[in-house]
Each structure stands twice: as structure tokens, then as C-alpha cells.
């Protein structure tokens, strides 16, 4: 008897001793992650001789200064926008396109359909870097350089070969039987489409939106060879700017990488159960 509640007890603490340990390491890791974030802010109130006199404590003099000569001097008042629409135009349509294919792909047999597939596929393995030079030309001979379109264009077809994997991977999990029985009641397949495959993948669309939004919102390379005029650039070209003759004038720097860091930062608090339950759901059933 004596003998079991010894085994019980030292159980009971070397259970309790593994929890402190992991949530001492996930606390360590938190703190690792959050401090940069911290530290960025922090600085961009400061002003270049304060940062270069002391770089680890809190501002003397916290001045917004920076935020407004950031904004003035990297063309924000016109680039926010253009991200904003980038970001929300390419996300919805790879979200749509992918499964649209993904449900083409997994449920509407053809001799096509393995052929076409592998072609997507096949995409996740192109770089963004190699592809630059034939997009230039193509969007030239198009006749769509410096235009929104080709931005557009050139971002959902980039983000397709991944969305159509996990898409069809995603949708090959819904039970056949409904959408036969759908068939036999006469639905159209966009109508099945419209009415089962989309309300039952919504956790891949999540998932797809989560990484399309940050991405598309963070892309620098692509969009700097597709305009070159200010009012059709990114939120990205603009912070470019202060990497060349401002690169030395810290506090501005500090405020543009904030401005670009801040929607992304709000855009996960706001959203971060719907981000939790789409992840899950999607890692689960995918």
C-alpha cells in the first residue's frame, strides 16, 4: 500500500515538474518572439541621436514625429490602399479559383484531371525569384505593365499551386454520397459547389487565407518589376525607401517598419480564434 502511494506521489510530481517545463519553455519562446516586436516600437519614438545614445531603454522624449514625416516621406497616404487591395483582391480570388479546381480535381473524374493537377502541383516547387524575368516580359508583351491587373493577376496565379493541393487534399474528404445525391436531385455542379463544397471547406479557406494574406501583404520582389509607377506600388516599396540614404535616420525607419508591421499584428489579434479553429479544423480533416 505504502509502496503504491510513493508511486502515485513521485507520478503526481513528475508530471507537475514536465508541465512547469514546457510552460517554462513556451513562456521563454513567447518572450523570444514578442521582444523584437517590442523593441521595433519602442525605438520608433525615439529619435536617431536618442537611439544611437541608448538603444535598450524606454524614450526620454517619445515624439509621433517620426510616424508623420514615415508616412509623408514613404508615400503611405497612397500605398496602404494599394495593399489593402492587393492583399484582399489576390487572397479572395486564389481562395475561390483553388476550390473551384480543388473540387473539379477530387470529384469530377476526367482523363484531364491527373494531368492538369500534376500541372498545378508541379508550381510548388517555382520560386518566386525564377519566374521574375518571364513575368516582366509576359506582362510587357500583354500590355498590362503598370497596371493593377497584372499585380492581381500575377499574385493569385502565384499563390495557386498550393491552394489547389490543399484544396483538393481538403475536399477529397467530403463524403461522396452527397454530392451524388445532390446530382440525382438535379444540382448543377456549380450549384453543389456553391452549397455543400463551399460551406464544408471553409476551414481550408481559412487556412489558405491566413498564409495568402500575409504573404501577399509582405511581397516586395514581384511587384517591384510589375510597376514602377508610385500610385500602383505596395506598402513594402514604400518602407524600401528608407533603406538607402535614410537608412542611417533610425527612427523614421523604426516608424515605417511599424506602420507596415501594425495591420498584420491587428489583423491576427482580431481574428485569432477564427485563425485557431480554421488551422485545426483544416490540419485535422486534410
Known amino acids: ?40 516600437i519602442m525605438n520608433s519614438f525615439k529619435s ?3 537611439f544611437q545614445v541608448s538603444q535598450l531603454a524606454f524614450p526620454a522624449e517619445p515624439t509621433m514625429s517620426n510616424y508623420v514625416e514615415a508616412w509623408k516621406m514613404g508615400d503611405f497616404a497612397l500605398l496602404f490602399p494599394n495593399s489593402i487591395v492587393y492583399t484582399v483582391g489576390a487572397t479572395l480570388g486564389i481562395v475561390f479559383v483553388s476550390l473551384l479546381a480543388g473540387f473539379a480535381f477530387a470529384k469530377i473524374s476526367s482523363r484531364a484531371t491527373k494531368p492538369i493537377y500534376n500541372g498545378f502541383v508541379i508550381g510548388i516547387l517555382i520560386t518566386a525569384q525564377s519566374l521574375m524575368i518571364p513575368l516582366f516580359l509576359e506582362v510587357n ?19 495557386l499551386p498550393l491552394g489547389v493541393y490543399l484544396s483538393t487534399e481538403y475536399i477529397k474528404s467530403i463524403p461522396n454520397a452527397l454530392i451524388e445525391s445532390a446530382r440525382i436531385d438535379g444540382a448543377t455542379f456549380f450549384s453543389i459547389f456553391r452549397k455543400i463544397v463551399v460551406p464544408m471547406s471553409l476551414p481550408v479557406a481559412v487556412t489558405l487565407s491566413i498564409l495568402n494574406i500575409s504573404n501577399i501583404w509582405n511581397e516586395f520582389a ?31 525607419q523604426f516608424a515605417a517598419l511599424t506602420i507596415g508591421m501594425v495591420p498584420m499584428l491587428l489583423f491576427y489579434i482580431v481574428f485569432r480564434k477564427q485563425i485557431t479553429k480554421g488551422v485545426a479544423a483544416g490540419a485535422v480533416k486534410g
Open 1 to 40: 500500500m505504502g509502496e503504491e502511494i510513493r508511486t502515485t506521489v513521485a507520478g503526481r510530481v513528475g508530471s507537475s515538474i514536465a508541465r512547469s517545463a514546457a510552460y517554462g519553455m513556451m513562456i521563454l519562446f513567447t518572450g523570444m518572439t514578442l521582444y523584437p516586436i517590442f523593441w521595433l
Open 48 to 50: 536617431t541621436k536618442e
Open 141 to 159: 508583351l500583354l500590355g498590362i505593365y503598370n497596371t493593377r491587373i497584372a499585380v492581381l493577376l500575377v499574385y493569385i496565379g502565384t499563390g
Open 222 to 252: 514581384l511587384i517591384n518589376i510589375l510597376v514602377s509607377r508610385t500610385e500602383l506600388k505596395s506598402l513594402p516599396l514604400g518602407i524600401f525607401k528608407f533603406s538607402g540614404s535614410l537608412s542611417t535616420d533610425y527612427g523614421k
